[in-house]
């Protein structure tokens, strides 16, 4: 059964820059080997989290790149626009609006520390309950 994990933002660090969390869970998933599709919101979001994915840790380097090129197979973190097609992989960040559609063992979701933003939180956890997934939640 595939799992669905809702990561949301409390802590200070990552109020402030969201994608920073995003940074960090695409670094767990490097160091565990399992390759992953980050789908964000718009190429802004896309950019953002690609520059930020070299920086925000000296010692770290995740292979990485915007979907879209010829070696996305061979990229450990792919950053998926809207409207890029990409093969479905075992891990999903979800960034978006709505709820993940595609094929994957474990979702994971990144919910803003803004009450307005989590909104669209509630009706993922629910779309996700209703296709089967166990679901967990994460204070960060």
């Given at each position: 059964?595939?799992?669905?994990?809702?990561?949301?933002?409390?802590?200070?660090r990552?109020?402030?820059?969201?994608?920073?969390?995003v940074?960090?869970?695409?670094?767990?998933?490097f160091?565990?080997?399992?390759?992953?599709?980050?789908l964000?919101?718009?190429?802004?979001e896309?950019?953002?989290?690609?520059e930020l994915?070299?920086?925000?840790?000296?010692?770290a380097?995740?292979?990485h790149?915007?979907?879209?090129?010829?070696?996305d197979?061979?990229?450990?973190?792919?950053?998926?626009?809207p409207?890029?097609?990409t093969?479905?992989?075992?891990?999903?960040?979800?960034?978006?609006?709505?709820?993940?559609l595609?094929?994957?063992?474990?979702l994971?979701?990144?919910?803003?520390a803004?009450?307005d933003?989590r909104?669209g939180?509630r009706?993922?956890?629910?779309?996700?309950?209703?296709?089967?997934y166990?679901l967990a939640?994460?204070?960060?």
């Open positions: 059964m595939p799992q669905a994990d809702f990561y949301l933002i409390d802590k200070p990552f109020r402030d820059n969201p994608l920073l969390l940074c960090e869970l695409a670094q767990r998933a160091q565990h080997r399992q390759p992953a599709l980050v964000v919101r718009d190429m802004d896309a950019e953002a989290l690609d994915l070299w920086s925000f840790d000296e010692d380097f995740i292979p790149q915007i979907a879209g090129d010829t070696d197979a061979d990229t450990a973190v792919l950053i998926v626009p409207g890029v097609d093969p479905d992989r075992p891990l999903l960040i979800n960034l978006r609006e709505e709820p993940c595609r094929d994957c063992a474990r994971l979701e990144v919910v803003p803004d009450a933003a909104s939180s009706a993922r956890w629910r779309a996700y309950q209703q296709r089967g166990v939640k994460h204070d960060m």
